[in-house]
């Protein structure tokens, strides 16, 4: 029984851990690509629910509700490029950070003015089919949001490490300027790569709304948080890293729930992040210093 | 027409003019060097006719194509390639991502796998460590590695920023070998070169530099024997006589 329970809370926690992953990842493609903390990521994450469930209110076929959210997402993704990160280069990092942090507060107060402030219930997508395995119940939605984040993740890999394109973005990683005398156009590839964060942002929305079957305004904040957390704790600038500090906090977070209490979830997640900093301070994959500064 | 043509350009930093009126061809099959103190300008000059620093005069033609207002990536996509000043390797990728990314501006990809494999032939301590990260290369491998990423941009012109820096003697000394051979083979190449002595005796034309104007400029065996050009890397550029 108790077996079976852990168990249990342990496929909740990597459904929950998928959706810090993402953010995380997506706030490790702004950071380790653009130098930039994007503070504007928990803004699209909420777009992609809140988007999704006002079209889908308004009766639109729900694959379509899911594109037009994904795409308002990566629209609005161009603007806080163009607007907060494109004027500011060459200035100090933290005034882009601020810039965007201005988005986010954008954002949800026009949600905030269109939906009200309390929590929408999100329509119940996926028939409520059940897999069972052994005493462990696994809903359709939950194994079909994880095998999506996975493969968001492996495809998203894949393509950095393998790909043209992925080496020009791994060039600009390390050195910017180097990347312009290498003929890399940087001015189509840094508004693709605010494209491709906002969509693992929004993607990420989507499957917390789809899933917990809830959005509101300002859902956008604890996750985006927690993205920003697992992406320290995994050590800044590795997808790995992300990978492992989102599935990391989603599972301290439901374990704890569970077994310690509601009240101390955020001592115990945030302790063991602590702790984990402590004993690791460039993370769990970072390596030390690496970046080349010039 | 020649290959190159600078005509008259100038390039500020904000108060610092970095260079005035300069101008300067390079034609087919060409060596021409530019010889210069440290902070001549020799740098800018380079990353101008590349089109990565903005001109505030004058004009660029490359193979009879205005590219004065052409981004970098559309002047390397032409042929106009800059092996960068510190060589600029990336060490966060390996050795063939470091050769692939040269030909990152291309779609041939069946020449290009060619071309790697005939850059491998040329340089093997590069196709020996082919798979590690070019962080652990010598600084004469890594001067390889950036004219073998060069040489994957299919260039026409390849312009090389004091290439010669930190090597030992014996790495100097193939460097001028494969620039030579290179332009043997119809590459036209535009040298920067502090190594006036070794710089002069590979060119077929050669110009100076002296805060940021030319003041030389012509057969490099006159300008070997000119004391002005001693003078100009003492710093007395001004005192020139006319
Ligand atoms: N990014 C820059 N910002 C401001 N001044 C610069 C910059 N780059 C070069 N300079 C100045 O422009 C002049 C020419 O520099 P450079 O082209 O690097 O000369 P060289 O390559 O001949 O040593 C120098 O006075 C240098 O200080
Ligand atoms: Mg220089």
């Not at chain 1, 161009?78 to 954008?106: I, K, T």
């Not at chain 1, 790909?163 to 060039?171: N, P």
Request: glycine fraction near 12%; include cysteine.
């Amino acid at each position: 029984m108790r077996g079976s329970m852990l168990a249990q809370q342990i496929v909740n926690g990597l459904m929950l851990g998928a959706i810090y992953m993402l953010m995380a990842v997506a706030f490790t493609l702004a950071i380790g690509v653009l130098n930039f903390l994007n503070f504007s990521l928990p803004g699209l994450f909420m777009l992609g629910g809140m988007v999704a469930y006002g079209f889908i209110k308004f009766g639109w076929p729900t694959l379509f509700a899911f594109a037009a959210a994904l795409a308002v997402a990566a629209l609005v993704s161009l603007l806080v490029e163009r607007f907060a990160y494109r004027p500011m280069q060459g200035g100090d990092p933290e005034v882009p950070l601020v810039s965007s942090l201005g988005f986010l507060v954008l954002l949800e107060n026009l949600m905030l003015i269109y939906f009200g402030s309390d929590q929408q219930a999100f329509p119940a997508l996926v028939p409520d089919l059940n897999l069972r395995l052994g005493g462990l119940v696994i809903g359709i939605a939950q194994l079909g949001s994880l095998a999506l984040s996975v493969l968001l993740v492996l495809w998203l890999s894949w393509f950095l490490s393998s790909t043209s394109t992925g080496r020009c973005i791994r060039t600009v990683a390390e050195n910017r300027d180097t990347a312009v005398l290498m003929g890399i156009d940087t001015g189509r590839l840094v508004p693709m790569l605010f494209i491709a964060s906002a969509l693992l942002a929004a993607v990420a929305g989507l499957l917390f709304a789809v899933n917990y079957q809830q959005v509101s305004p300002f859902m956008g904040e604890g996750v985006g948080f927690k993205g920003v957390a697992a992406m320290i704790v995994g050590g800044m600038g590795s997808i790995w890293g992300a990978v492992l500090g989102g599935l990391l906090i989603g599972l301290a977070e439901v374990l704890s729930i569970s077994f310690i209490g509601a009240d101390v979830v955020n001592i115990t997640v945030y302790g063991l992040l602590l702790v984990i900093l402590i004993l690791r301070p460039q993370g769990l994959l970072g390596r030390p210093a690496t970046r080349e500064k010039l | 027409m020649a290959l190159l043509d600078v005509s008259g350009i100038s390039v500020s930093y904000g108060r610092v003019n970095a260079l005035k009126d300069v101008s300067l061809q390079v034609k087919e099959g060409e060596i021409v060097t530019v010889l210069g103190a440290n902070g001549a300008g020799k740098s800018t000059l380079l990353k101008a006719i590349l089109g990565a620093v903005p001109l505030k005069s004058g004009g660029i033609t490359f193979a009879d194509r205005d590219v004065t207002r052409a981004q970098p990536h559309k002047r390397i996509a032409e042929g106009l390639v800059l092996v960068p000043e510190g060589r600029r390797i990336l060490i966060s990728l390996t050795v063939e991502e470091n050769l692939k990314l040269g030909a990152h501006m291309r779609r041939d990809g069946t020449a290009i796998a060619g071309e790697m494999d005939a850059i491998y032939a040329r340089f093997p301590n590069l196709a020996e460590r082919r798979n590690m990260l070019a962080s652990c290369l010598s600084g004469g491998e890594q001067q390889m590695l950036a004219i073998g990423r060069a040489m994957m941009a299919k260039p026409r012109l390849m312009m090389l920023d004091e290439p010669s820096l930190g090597l030992s003697p014996l790495f100097v000394q193939k460097l001028f070998e494969l620039i030579v051979e290179l332009n043997r083979d119809g590459l036209a190449v535009l040298l920067v070169e502090q190594n006036t002595g070794k710089a002069l005796s590979v060119a077929h034309r050669a110009t100076v530099l002296e805060l940021g104007r030319v003041t030389m400029a012509g057969d490099p065996k006159t300008l070997a024997d000119d004391p002005r050009l001693q003078a100009a890397y003492l710093g007395a550029g001004e005192a020139t006589p006319a």
